[in-house]
């Protein structure tokens, strides 16, 4: 892989764009059709994720297909997806109605929610050093959620979570709270319409269980929704990773880890992720030991 | 060097099966002794605070212990690079001589051995795994167990081939082919050499910590015994250091390592007419050389300064999930792992550290893992950022 072309393909989608992959209009979309009101106490913010999920899925694989045969790398670098591809992307299955879901349990319990546009946060750039975009994204992102009038921004995956709540007051002037929309869940004593049942295996995200140490709240909320949780091997602090962040730059180390990590979590046929990365990252792997990954936010979409 | 040898490197060592299953067994091995760590938590939380005092006086410190271990009759030395750690090395060692080993990664880091070879004396790796990776002229895949990546046919094979030992491909067996080997080496040794776990600077008293006992035979039986260790080791007091030691060996995965051995001075007799006299039954000198190398500057790096806390017990390797997959491979030419990208940084090749610090996941599991907590993420975006703000500036 050429990194410097890969961080260059990056910062030029980045300006471009205002995401890492260079899709335009594509960061919002799971929010149409939900009518919710432009001002409120408490703001949602999806960072971007759950919209990007099913390009992130197919780019990561077409990045290791490129990695493993050693051609055509610069083409299929982030950002230059062709026409063709986006639509097969587009016609695949993705995360949008899991970040419904969330809006829908967190309206059950009477939550003044707003949205106030949606955009990408930034975290990748902070990751990868990027800091001056990282600086640039997290203003934009806060002027945004600032015209909503809330003193509270509850994000949907973990990544967002800690961007907004540890990284922005280091680079920016930022006072809202930041609440993961579990943790809001938790506190309200959430309850579901429906109750599932059957058991599945929780994958705890690294940034949900160590960063934000949001481990027994996913759980609850499971168990709520009628699930038995199962735990992998390594789970709850020690959880491993899914090898979905470096799926850019080392696309084929990335898989091995996702490989390792899925055979772990072979415990029942029905995996629980928390994160759009880790769902993107684990479905392939997890599928070839034929495990069926699904998204918290899904779960919460069938329950509500 | 080049991003896509580091990809091709890892991408080597994904495809190794042999390496995958030796990492697999040690991981599960470790994992079950996990709770040893856990044991001594408490103990580790007040050794990290040890080392918040420590790192900012570190160079008033290494001078202390400097002058605790010549106060004691030992000589001590501060070097300030790796080339001059092997300077004052080989001019102790000089040509033609013996000499007997024990596992160090600060020796690895000057590249010690090397150095003597080249100026014409026998050196001999006396730890098993060090020894085997000697035999095999690769490198310490791991901290604590270099040769991590070996099976025992390897072992056995190699030994057949470079020893012309008569064995099979039994453990006990290799083990014992070892001893024999190296039993002549240590009785006929002119100089032995041993790293430390750590050094207490009030009283110069240095202690490594071991299972083999050849660090007690590498430090016993030659007439010279010289210790390499970082100043980073250092201590404010004996207690500290203790404290220090069974954090190491603790987060290692062991209750207590066989042995723990502590140097203070060259060996002495005082027993005729009470005139103290060196060279009793073990080394007549004792020099310490104290390796700087990087070590000063990054303690006065606001980011960077963490990674001196690393005791190298290698738990964060045993728990990182790159490393599972790609072994000592990953990290830099000496030190691995996540911890080995920034330790490449601070001793070794930075430009070689910012192009292994993108296989980094941040994924946080070495920080749980780790006895003082240090925060890798932290580091190796650090270093990331600075590569990027570097190459902008040029
Ligand atoms: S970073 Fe921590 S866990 Fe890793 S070797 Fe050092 S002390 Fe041990």
């Known amino acids: 892989m050429d990194l410097s072309a890969l961080l260059k393909g990056i910062e030029e989608n980045a300006r471009r764009s205002g995401n890492p992959l260079g899709l335009k209009g594509v960061i919002g979309r799971w929010a149409k059709g939900l009518d919710l009101p432009g001002k409120g106490r408490y703001v949602i913010y999806s960072g971007g994720l759950y919209d990007l999920a099913r390009y992130i899925k197919l780019s990561s694989r077409l990045l290791g297909v490129a990695e493993s045969l050693k051609v055509g790398k610069a083409a299929l670098r982030a950002g230059r997806l062709g026409s063709s591809l986006l639509k097969a992307a587009a016609r695949g299955r993705g995360l949008e109605a899991a970040a419904r879901g ?40 806060a002027r945004m959620l600032a015209s909503s009038g809330a003193s509270v921004v509850v994000a949907l995956d973990p990544h967002t979570a800690y961007a907004l709540r540890e990284l922005y007051p280091k680079f920016i002037e930022w006072s809202m709270e930041v609440k993961h929309y579990v943790e809001l869940l938790y506190e309200l004593g959430y309850s579901p319409g429906v109750k599932a049942g059957g058991s599945v295996v929780l994958h705890d995200a690294c940034y949900m269980a160590r960063f934000l140490k949001l481990v027994e709240e996913p759980r609850w909320l499971l168990e709520s929704l009628g699930y038995e949780v199962l735990e992998p091997e390594c789970s709850r602090e020690l959880t491993g990773c899914c090898g979905g962040p470096i799926e850019a730059v080392l696309p084929g180390l990335s898989r091995e880890v996702a490989a390792e990590r899925a055979v772990e979590l072979a415990l029942s046929d029905s995996v629980v992720v928390e994160c759009p990365i880790c769902w993107s990252a684990l479905s392939e792997q997890a599928g070839k030991l034929k495990l069926k990954v699904a998204e918290l936010g899904e779960l919460l979409e069938a329950g509500a | 060097m080049k991003f896509s040898e580091v990809s091709s490197l890892l991408a080597k060592a994904s495809r190794d099966r042999v390496l995958r299953t030796g990492l697999a067994r040690s991981i599960k091995s470790y994992m079950g002794k996990r709770r040893f760590a856990e044991e001594a938590s408490e103990l580790a939380s007040r050794v990290r605070e040890a080392k918040e005092e420590a790192i900012p006086r570190l160079k008033e410190l290494a001078k202390q212990a400097a002058d605790s271990i010549e106060d004691n009759g030992g000589v001590a030395y501060i070097a300030r690079t790796a080339e001059e750690a092997r300077r004052i090395a080989g001019e102790l060692v000089g040509s033609g001589k013996l000499v007997v080993k024990a596992k160090s990664m600060t020796t690895e880091e000057v590249e010690l051995r090397e150095h003597l070879e080249r100026l014409g004396n026998e050196v001999w790796e006396t730890d098993l795994g060090e020894f085997i990776i000697q035999l095999l002229g690769s490198k310490p895949m791991h901290f604590t167990s270099p040769a991590i990546h070996v099976t025992r046919e390897e072992v056995a094979e190699l030994f057949r081939r470079k020893l012309n030992a008569k064995v099979g491909d039994s453990i006990p067996e290799l083990a014992k082919a070892a001893r024999e080997f190296l039993r002549e080496k240590f009785l006929r040794a002119d100089v032995g050499v041993t790293g430390a776990n750590a050094i207490a600077a009030d009283s110069g008293m240095i202690f490594t910590l071991e299972n083999e006992a050849n660090v007690r035979l590498a430090s016993a039986l030659p007439e010279k015994h010289i210790v390499v260790a970082g100043v980073e080791k250092v201590y404010r007091t004996s207690i500290e250091a203790w404290m220090a030691v069974e954090v190491t060996m603790r987060y290692a995965g062991y209750k207590s390592t066989s042995y723990v051995n502590v140097v203070a001075s060259p060996s002495k007799t005082g027993d005729i007419e009470k005139t103290v006299v060196y060279g009793a039954h073990g080394p007549r000198e004792l020099h310490v ?82 006895p003082l907590k240090i925060d890798q993420p932290k580091m190796i975006r650090e270093l990331r950022r600075r590569r990027l703000s570097s190459l902008k500036a040029r």
């Open chain 2, 289 to 370: 050389i104290l390796v700087d190398n990087g070590r000063y500057k990054a303690s006065e790096d606001p980011v960077l300064k963490e990674a001196l806390y690393c005791l190298r017990c290698g738990a964060c390797q045993y728990m990182c999930p790159v490393f599972k997959i790609t072994g000592g491979y990953w990290g830099g030419k000496v030190y691995v792992g996540g911890i080995g990208v920034i330790w490449t940084a601070i001793t070794g090749s930075i430009e070689e550290a910012m192009l292994h610090s993108y296989a980094c996941l941040l994924c946080g599991r070495c920080i749980e893992a780790c």
């Open chain 1, 102 to 141: 969330v809006v829908r349990a967190l309206q059950k319990c009477g939550v003044d929610l707003a949205y106030a546009g949606d955009s990408y946060c930034g975290v990748l750039y902070y990751d990868l050093g990027l800091d001056e975009l990282f600086e640039e994204q997290a203003k934009a992102t």
